[in-house]
């Protein structure tokens, strides 16, 4: 991003920040959380909802991260005016645009084929409670609609690139290519979602690949959309919640 986006955007979040900071009013928002950092105040809450199924696939050591950070003291914690402006950034690229795009090429996609339009808006329809409603349980179990939103994904990949620096000296298997600590490196997550080596007929929308008597077929490590491992995108469960909720509305009323 050039030097004169970074200054505007900077500009319009410091001026945010004064009016946050003469205002008597306070929000529990994302600001008035850094806000309270910046001073000191305590926001943890360290208890965990047990009724959060993500929990449920978490090992020992995720669940020891976890732990880890849930007992970490507001003394320890320091945040300067630079980084609540870093942090409102990410917010607007990571927690706003990638969803949007998401959706307008998902929504692309279901135009190009009323098939598999059709077969969604089923499956919503389907497990609509008599009130016209899906509940969360509800949501989170609906294959197909996890299948066509996991396809745009890979064939509208939001990362282009993941980039990573190597933590200590690593051998490649037998390719005879070793990474050293400290070396950069980028996985090309585009080509790897576009290689036929891994996804037949790459450049088709087919859910079906997703499905779960099918996933088994994907190769580890070949999906990509959120990067991997404990640096993986640390919204990707909220942000494919928001898109399940208006692909579902939008399949409730509408044919696009």
């Known amino acids: 991003m050039n030097e004169k986006s970074v200054d505007f955007f900077s500009t319009i979040s410091r001026q945010i920040l004064r009016i946050r900071e003469k205002s008597e009013t306070k929000s529990n928002d994302l600001i008035d959380l850094m806000m309270r950092a910046k001073e000191g105040k305590d926001n943890s809450n360290d208890e965990r909802n047990k009724y959060e199924s993500h929990h449920i696939n978490e090992g020992e050591e995720e669940l020891e991260i976890t732990n880890k950070i849930l007992n970490i003291k507001p003394s320890n914690i320091f945040i300067t005016e630079d980084e609540m402006i870093a942090q409102m950034f990410i917010v607007l690229l990571a927690g706003y645009e990638t969803t949007a795009s998401t959706l307008s090429f998902c929504s692309y996609e279901l135009a190009l084929n009323p098939d598999v339009q059709q077969k969604l808006y089923e499956e919503v329809m389907t497990l609509m409670d008599t009130n016209g409603e899906i509940d969360y349980e509800v949501l989170i179990k609906l294959p197909f609609l996890d299948a066509v939103i996991a396809e745009t994904l890979r064939l509208h990949t939001p990362l282009v690139k993941i980039g990573r620096i190597a933590a200590k000296d690593y051998r490649l298997g037998n390719t ?73 509305d939008l399949g409730e009323v509408a044919v696009v």
């Open 176 to 248: 005879g290519i070793t990474v050293y600590k400290g070396q950069a490196l980028e996985i090309p997550v585009y080509a790897i979602h576009h290689s036929k080596e891994y996804y037949p007929n790459a450049e088709m929308f087919i859910p079906d690949r997703f499905l779960p008597e099918n996933r088994h077929q994907i190769i580890p490590y070949t999906y990509l959309p959120f990067g991997s491992g404990p640096r993986n995108c640390i919204g990707m469960r909220f942000a494919l919640m928001e898109v399940k909720l208006v692909l579902d």
